[in-house]
């Protein structure tokens, strides 16, 4: 494995790098229907969630054109939803806060992360995270694992105007942590935002991989980490 001793940043994604999804999205999208059940019938659990998810990705294509804030995309989902099943579009409010808060509730740290992220900073390295997503909802998962106390800077697509794998992203996150990009790397699990972000921005990409995949990287040999501690190792602080 690659030995890189002058690595002055260390850089996350956030959900499946330091955070895990314990649970099934569908098993959380099916306790959502059943709190708000008895106000949505006749409608099924399966023709509310298939009307919802096209209008969910409309509604994020929506926000990073520019045309929609976050939170309201992120309500406009279940308005919209509600609307075309003829339902009672009052419930939008509360139907968002029930499954998001189902879904954070169901993440959870990765074990080593914060032993791992501790022993980057005593080692001098900056740290920092860069998510795509909702401003609102990231930031309620990072305050939630308390992770905004381990790293220098959070930085999440909706707030900055610029979403991976654009290198704009990777500029900003460089930026501030005052570092050149071949002197920081990039830990996530996604090949085409995080890995091949990453390595068009110039920085040294980590694939986390909690479960292996055996999917090929194109190009480069790129480094994969099946737990956070693998990078300790990677960067010298074994």
């Not at 030995?3 to 099916?30: K, M, P, Q, W």
């Not at 005593?122 to 305050?143: D, E, S």
């Not at 308390?146 to 790293?151: E, F, G, N, P, R």
């Not at 002197?183 to 980590?206: K, M």
Request: proline share 3%; with cysteine.
């Amino acid at each position: 494995m690659t030995s890189y001793r002058n690595i002055a940043a260390v850089l996350f994604d956030l959900d499946s790098t330091l955070i895990e999804h314990t649970r099934d999205l569908g098993d959380l999208c099916g306790e959502t229907y059943g709190a708000f059940a008895d106000r949505l019938m006749p409608i099924g659990q399966e023709e509310f969630w298939e009307a919802f998810w096209p209008k969910n990705r409309d509604m994020w294509y929506m926000v990073v054109d520019g045309v929609l804030t976050g939170d309201a995309a992120r309500l406009y989902s279940f308005v919209n939803t509600l609307r075309s099943l003829n339902a009672d579009d009052r419930l939008a409010g509360p139907m968002l806060d029930d499954w998001e808060g189902r879904i954070i509730a169901a993440t959870r740290l990765f074990d080593d992360a914060l032993a791992t992220m501790g022993r980057l900073r005593l080692a001098g390295k900056r740290l920092g995270i860069v998510t795509n997503g909702f401003t609102t909802m990231q930031t309620r998962k990072i305050r939630h694992h308390c992770l905004d106390a381990h790293v220098d800077f959070a930085l999440i697509s909706e707030q900055v105007g610029a979403y991976k794998p654009d290198k704009a992203i990777f500029d900003l996150a460089l930026a501030q942590a005052e570092v050149a990009a071949r002197r920081a790397v990039f830990i996530g699990d996604t090949l085409s935002t995080d890995i091949e972000g990453a390595r068009n921005a110039g920085l040294h990409p980590v694939l986390m991989e909690a479960e292996y995949t055996g999917v090929e990287v194109e190009g480069d040999e790129v480094p994969r980490i099946r737990r956070l501690k693998e990078l300790l190792p990677l960067l010298d602080l074994a």
